[in-house]
T-cell receptor, first 111, second 112 residues
Framework: DAKTTQPNSMESNEEEPVHLPCNHS???????IHWYRQLPSQGPEYVIH???SNVNNRMASLAIAEDRKSSTLILHRATLRDAAVYYC????????????FGQGTELSVKP | NAGVTQTPKFQVLKTGQSMTLQCAQD?????MYWYRQDPGMGLRLIYY???????DKGEVPNGYNVSRLNKREFSLRLESAAPSQTSVYFC???????????FGPGTRLTVT
């Protein structure tokens, strides 16, 4: 199955931008790149997703490499509420759109 | 809108007992999913239903059965619970391939 590789943990300062990297060298042409985050004792929360082009929404931006083998989630101004585990996930389009989760990156935000 | 709801929130079972986890969504989504999450791990897909009337196995289907009762509801059944099935179970729904998934709050299951 298609897999992603992320750093286990990252630290950020409050109100500074955060760039969370992800490698997905085995991505196929129809797989979407999704990002979710999870707070303790909660279900995952959708952040952003894209296929080929960079994407922006009210929560974050997603920068996708031209060869699609890597991507970066950008939080423009980190807040304490952004501290969570962030999962970079490939959505397998030809298998019902299922998500294959990896280990995720635990983001801590310092005041 | 309630989004995705799951019942029960917590459950303790003895080895060999059976139970059904319920999931419902009010977003008119076509696809529904069941995941489990073990401590310190990412989620793993148990079963999914791409559309009403269809179900397919995910990464870890052994020991589970599912029923897509209608478009709104997707249940997960443990016929004979084992301690290895102690986990947090999440249900999710989506409009389909290429769309985001919305997750429920989870069911914390302990099998002793």
């Amino acid at each position: 199955d298609a897999k992603t590789t992320q750093p286990n943990s990252m630290e950020s300062n409050e109100e500074e931008p955060v760039h969370l990297p992800c490698n997905h060298s085995t991505i196929s042409g129809t797989d979407y790149i999704h990002w979710y985050r999870q707070l303790p004792s909660q279900g995952p929360e959708y952040v952003i997703h894209g296929l080929t082009s960079n994407v922006n929404n009210r929560m974050a931006s997603l920068a996708i490499a031209e060869d699609r083998k890597s991507s970066t989630l950008i939080l423009h101004r980190a807040t304490l509420r952004d501290a969570a585990v962030y999962y970079c996930i490939l959505q397998i389009y030809n298998q019902g759109g299922k998500l294959i989760f990896g280990q995720g990156t635990e983001l801590s935000v310092k005041p | 809108n309630a989004g995705v709801t799951q019942t029960p929130k917590f459950q303790v079972l003895k080895t060999g007992q059976s139970m059904t986890l319920q999931c419902a969504q009010d977003m008119n989504h076509n696809s529904m999913y069941w995941y489990r999450q073990d401590p310190g791990m990412g989620l793993r897909l148990i079963y999914y239903s791409a559309s009403e009337g269809t179900t397919d196995k995910g990464e870890v289907p052994n020991g589970y059965n599912v029923s897509r009762l209608n478009k709104r509801e997707f249940s997960l059944r443990l016929e004979s619970a084992a301690p290895s099935q102690t986990s947090v179970y999440f249900c999710a729904s989506s409009s389909g391939r290429g769309y985001e998934q919305y997750f429920g709050p989870g069911t914390r299951l302990t099998v002793t």
